[in-house]
């Protein structure tokens, strides 16, 4: 078994550090440019439970008109002056902005509930307090947020009809397929969630007793956090938010390490109404960060576009592109598709021939990277992680490679992965990773997936279907794929009991095979 111990402790030394410089910086920097038009107010949220706010008007509010109102809640663990920079922007441009510090986090009271009712209640009565005390119109109303803030606004979407537009920003419609995809537990993403909630709020003994499971891998209480997420989920009230009707806007990084694409594109799959997707390189709200400086910014100039059209009635032209919008890891430009199916419509499968056995217990070299760091890279540098491909040990990892490619291939959408696995333990843990592997043999990750079992037969083969993260990814021509499965992976908890074994085998009337989505050329 893993040490999930161990990952809490490193990696919460690096959430405390980042959180507390983010929170420093963006109390700051966004600050020093506040006008007389901002008023810093006191809100009773949910039960009188008091919320720290902001309120920002327009130049022109002078009490004769009405303006468009936007809510934004805060992203985890940081303040409400978060959102100052885009808030004056967007005041500038007509409209009412509230920001407002979540429950449990900084000086608003309460104690944190993750998305729970109560914070769904506290957008409502932030709602009901702006139209109450600014020149804020009950008929256009729209709510924002980054992470945490995405999360809570689709949520508040979904049970407040007054809510008529969201812009969702790299934030989640199904928690537990974010945390907690694959039955395996991301460790890395939770203790970041973790340590900076310690540092910058209270969490409340609930949510305290879901982390303390979530580490320990308690099965007895899995169905219990299943349904606790599921509670968080908007995924869950999806068709209240269809009947609702608002207007929808999400946008996510490809490798977002806390709220993986994969989630966002099935959840978007299942809205009827006015709905926009747009995923970009970089990891959990990295893609956001510069406009938060007042910086140009393309997800935030799309969120003014979204308003604008759905609330100001703007003929902006935003409803007649492409609602799908996604920006290559390789490439700089944007490419438009009609919905999420067209995006990686073609496929290639490569053959996962033969019968392979690996040990378990031992990281073989392959992994997804560092939680943040790698694909800040990626964004910035287009240096994912590697791995010599050649070098990996095969007694720990199982390879297959594709053909050399010809052309280019241009990777868009989900990789799947379909396999036969006998293990020699009733549980265990794979992890499947992507590889981009140039005529050196060194492998750029392209995805990776976890996937755990439990209460399996030992020697008895069972099929196994999983999705990769989904991405966008530029194979070079001259390169090939490879596929690479091994146990440990410092980013998730793994269940491999000492000793196990994984074999992976390709029955002929089933055979196995990765399914690789590649975009029309």
């Given at each position: 078994?893993?040490?999930?111990?161990?990952?809490?402790?490193t990696t919460t030394v690096g959430?405390?550090?980042?959180?507390?410089?983010?929170?420093?910086?963006?109390?700051?920097?966004?600050?020093?440019?506040?006008?007389?038009?901002?008023?810093?107010?006191?809100?009773?949220?949910?039960?009188?439970?008091?919320?720290?706010?902001?309120?920002?008007?327009?130049?022109?509010?002078?009490?004769?008109?009405?303006?468009?109102?936007?809510?934004?809640?805060?992203?985890?663990?940081?303040?409400?002056?978060?959102?100052?920079?885009?808030?004056?922007?967007?005041?500038?441009?007509?409209?009412?902005?509230?920001?407002?510090?979540?429950?449990?986090?900084?000086?608003?009271?309460?104690?944190?509930?993750?998305?729970?009712?109560?914070?769904?209640?506290?957008?409502?009565?932030?709602?009901?307090?702006?139209?109450?005390?600014?020149?804020?119109?009950?008929?256009?109303?729209?709510?924002?947020?980054?992470?945490?803030?995405?999360?809570?606004?689709?949520?508040?979407?979904?049970?407040?009809?007054?809510?008529?537009?969201?812009?969702?920003?790299?934030?989640?419609?199904?928690?537990?397929?974010?945390?907690?995809?694959?039955?395996?537990?991301?460790?890395?993403?939770?203790?970041?969630?973790?340590?900076?909630?310690?540092?910058?709020?209270?969490?409340?003994?609930?949510?305290?007793?879901?982390?303390?499971?979530?580490?320990?891998?308690?099965?007895?209480?899995?169905?219990?956090?299943?349904?606790?997420?599921?509670?968080?989920?908007?995924?869950?009230?999806?068709?209240?938010?269809?009947?609702?009707?608002?207007?929808?806007?999400?946008?996510?990084?490809?490798?977002?390490?806390?709220?993986?694409?994969?989630?966002?594109?099935?959840?978007?799959?299942?809205?009827?109404?006015?709905?926009?997707?747009?995923?970009?390189?970089?990891?959990?709200?990295?893609?956001?960060?510069?406009?938060?400086?007042?910086?140009?910014?393309?997800?935030?100039?799309?969120?003014?576009?979204?308003?604008?059209?759905?609330?100001?009635?703007?003929?902006?032209?935003?409803?007649?592109?492409?609602?799908?919008?996604?920006?290559?890891?390789?490439?700089?430009?944007?490419?438009?598709?009609?919905?999420?199916?067209?995006?990686?419509?073609?496929?290639?499968?490569?053959?996962?021939?033969?019968?392979?056995?690996?040990?378990?217990?031992?990281?073989?070299?392959?992994?997804?990277?560092?939680?943040?760091?790698?694909?800040?890279?990626?964004?910035?540098?287009?240096?994912?992680p590697m791995a010599s491909i050649?070098?990996?040990?095969?007694?720990?990892?199982?390879?297959?490679?594709?053909?050399?490619?010809?052309?280019?291939?241009?990777?868009?959408?989900?990789?799947?992965?379909?396999?036969?696995?006998?293990?020699?333990?009733?549980?265990?843990?794979?992890?499947?990773?992507?590889?981009?592997?140039?005529?050196?043999?060194?492998?750029?990750?392209?995805?990776?997936?976890?996937?755990?079992?439990?209460?399996?037969?030992?020697?008895?083969?069972?099929?196994?279907?999983?999705?990769?993260?989904?991405?966008?990814?530029?194979?070079?021509?001259?390169?090939?794929?490879?596929?690479?499965?091994?146990?440990?992976?410092?980013?998730?908890?793994?269940?491999?009991?000492?000793?196990?074994?994984?074999?992976?085998?390709?029955?002929?009337?089933?055979?196995?095979?990765?399914?690789?989505?590649?975009?029309?050329?």
């Open positions: 078994m893993g040490h999930p111990r161990k990952a809490l402790r959430a405390v550090s980042a959180t507390l410089i983010a929170g420093g910086a963006l109390g700051l920097a966004p600050a020093a440019q506040a006008t007389d038009a901002v008023r810093f107010v006191d809100i009773a949220g949910d039960g009188g439970t008091v919320l720290k706010a902001n309120v920002v008007t327009p130049p022109a509010a002078d009490g004769s008109r009405r303006f468009p109102l936007i809510v934004l809640p805060t992203s985890w663990g940081l303040p409400q002056v978060e959102y100052l920079a885009q808030a004056q922007k967007l005041a500038n441009s007509g409209y009412v902005v509230v920001t407002y510090n979540v429950r449990g986090f900084w000086q608003s009271g309460g104690q944190i509930e993750v998305a729970g009712p109560p914070d769904t209640a506290d957008a409502s009565k932030v709602i009901d307090w702006a139209l109450a005390n600014t020149p804020s119109d009950a008929r256009h109303i729209g709510m924002a947020g980054v992470s945490y803030g995405a999360g809570i606004s689709l949520l508040a979407a979904a049970h407040d009809k007054r809510i008529k537009a969201v812009a969702s920003l790299s934030g989640w419609a199904d928690l537990i397929d974010s945390i907690y995809s694959g039955r395996t537990q991301h460790v890395e993403a939770a203790a970041v969630l973790d340590g900076a909630s310690l540092v910058t709020g209270r969490q409340s003994a609930e949510v305290r007793q879901i982390f303390d499971n979530f580490y320990a891998s308690n099965l007895s209480k899995e169905q219990e956090m299943i349904d606790w997420g599921k509670k968080r989920s908007a995924v869950t009230y999806v068709d209240q938010l269809n009947q609702n009707g608002a207007a929808v806007l999400m946008a996510n990084a490809w490798g977002d390490t806390v709220f993986a694409p994969n989630q966002y594109a099935d959840f978007y799959e299942k809205l009827t109404g006015p709905k926009r997707l747009e995923f970009r390189p970089g990891d959990h709200a990295t893609a956001e960060i510069p406009g938060l400086f007042g910086l140009p910014n393309d997800v935030w100039t799309d969120t003014e576009r979204w308003f604008d059209h759905y609330l100001k009635g703007e003929d902006n032209g935003i409803d007649r592109e492409e609602p799908v919008q996604l920006k290559s890891r390789s490439t700089g430009g944007y490419e438009g598709y009609p919905d999420w199916k067209s995006v990686g419509a073609t496929r290639k499968k490569i053959a996962l021939s033969g019968t392979t056995t690996i040990h378990t217990n031992v990281d073989s070299g392959a992994d997804g990277g560092i939680v943040f760091l790698s694909s800040i890279l990626d964004q910035i540098a287009q240096a994912p050649p070098l990996l040990p095969r007694r720990w990892a199982a390879v297959w490679q594709s053909e050399k490619y010809r052309t280019a291939q241009q990777v868009r959408g989900t990789a799947k992965l379909h396999t036969t696995l006998t293990p020699t333990k009733e549980s265990g843990t794979l992890v499947a990773y992507l590889y981009d592997v140039g005529p050196l043999g060194l492998g750029k990750l392209v995805s990776n997936a976890p996937y755990t079992f439990h209460g399996r037969t030992p020697g008895e083969p069972f099929d196994v279907d999983l999705d990769l993260f989904s991405t966008a990814y530029d194979v070079p021509a001259g390169h090939r794929l490879a596929l690479v499965v091994d146990t440990v992976d410092p980013l998730y908890i793994e269940h491999n009991p000492s000793g196990a074994q994984l074999t992976f085998s390709s029955p002929a009337n089933d055979p196995s095979y990765v399914s690789i989505p590649l975009r029309e050329q």
